[in-house]
Structures are given as C-alpha cells and as structure tokens.
C-alpha cells in the first residue's frame, strides 16, 4: 500500500499476526531500500495505529518488521 500522511509517502504492507512476507516480497522491499525506500510491515490494528500516530507527528516514522 502507499500511504500519503502530511505530504510524506510511505510503503505499507499489511499482514495478519501469522502472514508471511513472500520471497518475491522480500526481493520486491530489498529493491526498495536499495533505492532508499523503506516498507513498513504492520501486523494488527495496534500496529496501524501506532504507525499512523508516529507518521502524523513531526519525528519520523522507524521502519517496522
């Protein structure tokens, strides 16, 4: 997913507590953080939250995995 929050774009994957991330998934996010991109992998609601809170405040978003 590509997530816009206060004019900042973020690459978002949503996973169950039990989802695996993919082989091609991880070739995929590899690319991107070899470009300078991070993906956040969010797990739960708690997860969702969490992130939405950090990317709408002015300190930066950690990456989550």
Known sequence: RIIILN????L?????STGVVSE???L???QLEDHGQ???ILRSKSDVENFIGKAT???EVPAQR
């Open 38 to 40: 991070t993906v956040h």
């Open 28 to 30: 995929v996010f590899k």
């Open 7 to 10: 004019n900042k774009i973020y």
């Open 24 to 26: 091609r998934q991880k």
């Open 57 to 59: 405040t002015p300190e």
């Open 12 to 16: 978002v994957e949503l996973k169950t």
